[in-house]
């Protein structure tokens, strides 16, 4: 034992990274990086049965993701081996486009990611307990936060960066000695108290003993039935089904897919591209994205088991069943229709939906994002652009999306029309993209906004301007109408219009769903440059305007004008200008009858009633605690609007428990920011409109990033409203949190998550996965 504290005293007098570099070497041996590339089996502790659940409920609600401190995703062994990266993801500032480091996809072994500059934060040296012990950072940092345990107060000292864009600390093994003097409250979990000493001491065993893995059980025979039939579906010669398969693949590769056929717990599975076909192994093809060359001369689509654990805030589900194969058919496959040759790869073309999958039918394109237009819509929410106020910043705080009719698209889906304008509808496909060239995309999206506009003013004039030509979901399905929320630099899609008055709302239809998707999502890189990620923003601006004047179209023509000001309140961007002049040009007036001088409140209420027979009730008050003075104090608290509103986060998670039964009702506490526009990049604090916020809560769970946990008993809810009503300052706020908050200091916190998440996964098992709180606030 002399040595090794000798070693520490070396290395705490030095100061010199080498120096301990050299000491580790001396001691322990020299690194090998392909240890865990091979890891040993067998041991006390099972990392499946006893570690992945430690790591789930304690660290990947905050290490998974992009946004992951330093990199290090704790979601699957494979992440923890790969170790930390001092380079962040999320950087709005670089020049040029970022190496990417995609889990799984740009390095497929311990060796490779060490040659992308990760460092491990296990010990990779001689392997012997204490070795394991004193050479892993991960050991380390629950030693020192053992050491050292958070103070016993409410608010942490300012001495804790709870920002997301603080400069982190990605120690390295050889210099923990000067991080621990350093930083001596700094342990793991960040900001957070200590695990248990049964969790803590069951992971430093398992460091202890060389960290063991055993393989993951491969997928059930009835699961592999699944994926035969449904890899036979995406692999057919046909040319008009490969060029459906590709289409369906840049839509789909994301999601979460399951098999709805199947019983029990959903297993889930991601649809990739490969170079070897169905029978043989999978062989992934890695690009920048998922419209870039694979480099092969056949693509094989294929289903890959989901390799890490589900968090929320990237976990879209997707259903696969018998129903879902017969629509795909009967959309893509049973039309007469030829497809004449495959679309080539060239990022001009491929970056351009309606030029590369011109030869399917635009009406099948558009029902099949319909049909799921939650996830669709859920793409850019939850994609890589969900991180980062920058991109967000673009939408509203609250917002209502309905979708244009399919038979009543008409020049949306007119093939001549849709023939003449797809060099209009060409969107960016460069990761360091300058911002001179969004000129040129000004200039292709106001010839395409006039085109449809002259189209309309020529051929719809008969038509009637009703809600008649929004999509009802075929009477039967959920997905019509959705409801989004901002959280400043995050955001949620919930099916159903939440609430009575949202701040705006959208008509989409067909070209501009597919261009909200190929933008922010296919198109999207969160590895590129500051001009890429600038220019994704400036081009969703066109296309915000373009759904929110589809809306108001549905006005009279003597109230539109007044509405959009009232929306764009200051502003002098000159992409507003150029929606202006094409929402003044549309000479149609509305066939809707009017009966009150409040014809934007009046529309709110019709379409809300017209949407009534396919809405989601997921999030209604009535789901909860039904009596009179709890629903009344629920109430109370949605109409809180003004410097209330303002104190609030901008969402939290509230438990409410029945003071007999013991019964638990989830709601979540939601603040909108009011602004005067949202048509500038910067100066976003400027146009605040305090005044204007307002609150919604809304029954279940809503947003992956809660910033505050509340529990109060069903006898409190009055006084939660009360006190809710009363707020004028951060005192009063934090009278608030001392009578119903779980603070991030709170000695019963992690009793209080493991409650939450086992409730989110009984009542709600395809939407749930752990949620992350690098945004819980310190108040």
């Known amino acids: 034992m002399h040595k090794y504290l000798f070693l520490w005293l070396v290395i705490l007098l030095s100061g010199c990274a080498g120096l301990a570099v050299k000491q580790f070497d001396q001691l322990y041996g020299k690194p090998d990086a392909a240890r865990y590339d091979r890891p040993r089996a067998g041991g006390s502790v099972s990392y499946w049965q006893d570690v992945k659940p430690v790591f789930e409920s304690r660290c990947i609600v905050c290490h998974a993701c992009y946004d992951a401190p330093c990199q290090l995703k704790l979601t ?50 001689d392997d012997n307990p204490q070795a394991n012990i004193d050479g892993s950072v991960l050991a380390q940092m629950l030693l020192l936060k053992q050491d050292n345990p958070l103070p016993q107060q409410d608010i942490l000292p300012e001495s804790f960066d709870l920002g997301l864009s603080r400069q982190q600390q990605c120690t390295q093994i050889e210099q923990f000695a000067d991080y621990r003097k350093k930083y001596p409250l700094w342990g793991m979990p960040y900001g957070l108290p200590e695990i248990g000493a049964t969790e803590r001491d069951l992971l430093l065993q398992w460091v202890r003993e060389g960290a063991p893995y055993e393989s993951k059980p491969g997928v059930s025979p009835a699961q592999q039935k699944q994926i035969d039939t449904w890899e036979a579906f ?30 029990g717990k959903p297993a889930y599975f991601q649809l990739v591209r490969s170079a070897t076909p169905p029978g043989q192994p999978l062989q992934q093809i890695a690009t920048r994205r998922p419209y870039d060359d694979p480099g092969v001369a056949r693509v094989f689509y294929r289903l890959q088991p989901l390799r890490e654990a589900v968090v929320v805030k990237t976990h879209m589900p997707y259903r696969l069943d018998r129903q879902r194969l017969a629509r795909w058919r009967e959309l893509f496959l049973k039309p007469d229709y030829q497809v004449s040759s495959l679309p080539s790869y060239q990022p001009e073309r491929a970056s ?7 030869q399917l039918p635009s009406d099948a394109r558009y029902r099949f994002m319909l049909d799921e237009a939650q996830f669709t819509i859920m793409g850019f929410i939850k994609g890589p652009v969900c991180r980062g106020q920058l991109a967000l910043n673009v939408i509203n705080d609250y917002f209502w999306v309905t979708f244009v009719a399919p ?20 969107q960016p496909a460069d990761s360091t993209t300058g911002l001179l060239r969004w000129v040129n995309y000004a200039k292709q999206e106001k010839a395409f906004l006039k085109a449809k506009v002259d189209y309309a003013n020529q051929h719809l004039q008969n038509v009637p301007l009703d809600l008649n030509l929004l999509w009802n979901g075929d009477g039967r399905n959920d997905n019509a109408a959705l409801t989004i929320y901002r959280h400043f630099d995050s955001a949620s899609v919930v099916k159903g219009l939440q609430g009575d008055a949202p701040q705006t709302a959208w008509v989409v239809n067909y070209p501009l769903l597919e261009r909200i998707h190929y933008l922010l999502v296919a198109s999207y890189d969160v590895y590129g440059n500051v001009g890429h990620q600038l220019g994704s923003r400036i081009y969703m601006d066109f296309l915000r305007m373009e759904g929110e004047f589809s809306f108001l179209a549905l006005l009279p023509k003597e109230a539109r004008s007044k509405v959009r000001q009232h929306w764009y309140r200051g502003s002098v961007s000159e992409v507003s200008q150029y929606v202006a002049e094409y929402a003044a040009g549309f000479d149609i007036n509305s066939d809707i009858k009017y009966r009150t001088g409040q014809p934007l409140a ?49 969402n939290a998670f509230v438990a409410v428990e029945d003071d007999q039964s013991g019964q638990t009702h989830y709601y979540t506490l939601l603040q909108h920011s009011a602004y005067t526009n949202l048509s500038q990049i910067f100066s976003e604090a ?37 006190q809710l009503q009363a707020l004028q300052s951060e005192a009063d706020y934090r009278a608030l949190l001392d009578t119903f908050g779980v603070r991030r200091t709170n000695g019963k916190f992690w009793a209080f998550s493991d409650r939450l998440h086992a ?21």
């Not at 060490?114 to 010990?123: A, C, G, I, T």
């Not at 351009?352 to 011109?358: A, D, G, L, R, Y």
């Open 407 to 426: 038979d009543k698209a008409g020049a949306e889906l007119d093939s001549d029309f849709m023939a003449q304008q797809l060099q209009s509808m060409s």
């Open 602 to 650: 009046e529309l709110y209420g019709m379409l809300k009633q017209s949407m009534r027979p396919v809405a989601s009730r997921e999030h209604a008050l009535e789901n909860g605690f039904r009596d009179a003075a709890s629903l009344s104090a629920l109430q109370q608290i949605n109409r809180i609007s003004g410097r209330a509103a303002v104190l609030l986060p901008q």
């Open 352 to 358: 351009n939906p309606f030029v590369t999958f011109q």
């Open 686 to 722: 400027e146009r605040r409109l305090p005044d204007e916020d307002r609150i919604s809560m809304v029954y279940g769970f809503v947003g992956s990033y809660p910033a505050a946990l509340l529990r109060l008993t069903r006898s409190q809810l009055p006084q939660l409203a009360r």
């Open 76 to 125: 699957s062994y494979e992440g923890l081996a790969r170790g930390a990266n001092i380079e962040q993801v999320y950087n709005g500032e670089r020049l040029i486009a970022s190496t990417l480091t995609r889990m799984f996809e740009d390095a497929h072994s311990t060796v490779e990611w060490r040659q992308k500059d990760f460092f491990p934060v296990l010990n990779e040296r």
């Open 234 to 263: 995406f692999n057919q010669d046909s040319l008009k089904a490969q060029l459906m398969s590709r289409y369906m693949f840049e839509h789909l590769y994301l999601a979460h897919l399951y098999f709805g056929d199947l019983d």
């Open 759 to 779: 409730d989110f996964q009984n009542r709600y098992p395809l939407q749930a996965g752990w949620f992350d709180y690098n945004r819980l606030e310190n108040r």
